[in-house]
């Protein structure tokens, strides 16, 4: 039973395997590269293409090209395009696809049990949303699993022995992810987990492009090229380039040509890191915020610091942990997440295959052991491994506040982001707002933001559920209100009014997934295209 990886991330995705010598490889795409954007172009009603190409085209047709898609995961969010309408979990599929039939084409083999990737910060909607896409792109999900968990279990491979603690700093493309991690011979454990969902590489490109489309605008005064969207693609793609470039070279030069009109614009890395520089800076300060979150839950030292993420590779990012006096280490920054998920597929496909909570079948465990090349005791050992997250954001009640006289709501948080799953609060003591109250509604939201807030617009309502059949009970009766999350993540809230003992238990549904007969219809639909690279 042949398994694979999959790292679908914002702007890039890449797949892995371990192959013959039980080393993790990358499976290179069609055009033969280890990476494969996350960007699809809707090119006609039947043909789509995913990749590099659809990279080039997306600022010249920007209403038939999809990118990002990754941000609207388990969102109830829709796009029609070519009169089709697509979910984010039909586009993530289209990508999934692309991946796998190249992964396929390349090793000529069968791709279909795959473990995907998410972030640590994913909820529950979104890693079911990541779970449907696979679905729908035909796959067989056996398991989805942490980003910075996979990072650390490739780097458990090569580094064995002992427990270690990790700090993952994640800088990708649209991402930027800061993770604690502890690994030992039995367990996986994320510490705590932390990040900025709108920051990433692409931010990087902007500000060059932004600086490039300037410089050639102060050559050419009477320029229109700001209003070219051709010459704004160009910018764009140019402006990666010269970032990548600028992390092994001092200085690059971008030939613009717009018209008759043309400039060499000459970039410095100095330069460079000036135009970026605040960027760079609300990573170490969100690195700081998690150093302070680990430091509460006693932990102060890191054996390793590892950089995955591709714009990790900026030497910018290294010095700037080094200023706050960590020792970063690159990880095989594009490569590493999918290179775990690889790992982590072959130990899903022993557990799929072994009775539930018992043991392996010897002959499962000494097949994966020679296809790894490695010691049966050390399969036992990974199989055997346990992996344990926290809750990726907090999680609270809705309340009314009265300042001077003026009512405002605000939500007060009970399971705070980062305690350890499963979790279940203490009863946390509420009031009934009004005098003569014969009903209580608790509405339960969900932090937003990247930090937990208690005004309401960095927070998003997630359920609701109604006390009734009270008897008129005084302003200020208490309630009693306790949270419990399963590892999986599902929530279930409990409520009661003290006074009758009347309860309410709220089990937090999933909003806006897609129900099987919805997945059954993208498959169908995905299915009917032509998807190339
Ligand atoms: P994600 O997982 O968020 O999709 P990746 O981890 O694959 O992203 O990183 C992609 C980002 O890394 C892109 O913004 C890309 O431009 C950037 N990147 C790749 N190589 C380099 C490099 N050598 N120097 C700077 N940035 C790079
Ligand atoms: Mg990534």
Redesign the pocket.
């Known amino acids: 039973m042949a398994t694979f990886g999959i790292?679908l991330?914002?702007?890039?995705?890449?797949v892995a395997h371990i192959d013959d010598t039980g080393r993790p490889a990358i499976i290179k795409n069609r055009p033969g590269d280890d990476?494969t954007p996350?960007v699809v172009y809707f090119e006609s009603p039947e043909n789509v293409v995913v990749g590099k190409e659809a990279k080039a085209v997306a600022k010249i047709q920007p209403d038939l090209v999809v990118s990002l898609i990754?941000r609207q995961m388990g969102k109830s969010f829709e796009i029609t395009v070519h009169g089709q309408t697509h979910t984010p979990e039909s586009i993530s599929a289209l990508i999934l696809r692309e991946l796998a039939d190249a992964a396929a084409e390349n090793l000529g083999e069968e791709v279909k049990d795959v473990v995907i990737t998410v972030p640590a910060y994913f909820g529950v909607a979104e890693r079911n949303a990541t779970r449907k896409a696979g679905e729908i792109a035909g796959l067989n999900v056996l398991s989805i699993v942490d980003?910075p968990v996979a990072a650390a279990l490739h780097y458990d491979a090569i580094n064995t022995g002992g427990t270690k603690t990790l700090f993952v700093y994640?800088?990708?493309?649209?991402?930027f992810d800061t993770t604690v991690i502890k690994v030992s011979p039995e367990e996986i454990q994320v510490v705590c987990t932390d990040g900025d969902h709108h920051l990433?590489?692409?931010d990087?490109?902007d500000r060059l492009a932004e600086y490039l489309l300037e410089q050639f605008q102060a050559e050419h005064p009477e320029t229109e090229a700001a209003d070219d969207e051709e010459f704004l693609q160009n910018l764009a793609a140019g402006a990666?380039d010269i970032?990548?470039?600028?992390?092994?070279m001092q200085a690059r030069r971008f030939n613009a040509r717009f018209g008759g009109d043309t400039s060499q614009i000459e970039v410095s890395r100095e330069k460079f890191e000036e135009l970026t520089s605040e960027l760079l800076e609300r990573t170490v300060t969100i690195t700081q915020r998690t150093l302070r979150t680990a430091a509460e839950r006693g932990i102060t030292e890191f054996d390793d610091v590892l950089l995955?993420?591709?714009?990790?590779?900026?030497p910018a990012v290294s010095a700037a942990l080094e200023s706050l006096g960590l020792k970063p280490r690159m990880h095989d920054?594009?490569l590493a997440?999918a290179k775990g998920a690889a790992r982590y597929a072959l130990i899903e496909s022993i557990k799929v295959r072994s009775p539930e909570d018992g043991e392996a079948p010897a002959e499962v465990v000494e097949e994966v052991a020679a296809q790894l090349n490695v010691p049966v005791e050390k399969v036992l050992g990974l199989v055997g491994k346990r992996v344990a997250t926290v809750v990726p954001r907090a999680f609270g009640v809705k309340v009314i506040n009265r300042v001077g006289g003026r009512e405002h709501y605000t939500v007060e948080h009970v399971l705070r982001a980062n305690t350890p799953l499963p979790a279940q609060t203490e009863p946390q003591r509420f009031g009934t707002a009004y005098p003569n109250q014969v009903e209580i509604s608790v509405e339960i939201w969900e932090q937003s933001g990247s930090v937990e807030s208690e005004a309401l617009e960095d927070n998003e309502h997630i359920a609701e559920g109604l006390i009734t059949g009270l008897p008129p009970l005084p302003e200020n009766s208490p309630i009693d209100i306790s949270f419990e999350m399963a590892a999986d993540g599902l929530l279930m809230v409990h409520a009661v009014e003290l006074k009758t003992r009347k309860d309410l238990h709220i089990e937090v549904q999933i909003k806006g997934g897609l129900t099987d007969e919805q997945v059954d219809a993208a498959r169908t639909a995905v299915a009917r295209y032509n998807v190339s690279a």
């Open positions: 790292d991330g914002t702007t890039y995705s890449c990476t996350s990754k980003e994640d800088l990708g493309g649209g991402t990433g590489g692409a990087w490109d990666e970032k990548k470039q600028l992390s092994r995955v993420g591709g714009s990790s590779r900026m920054p594009d997440v």
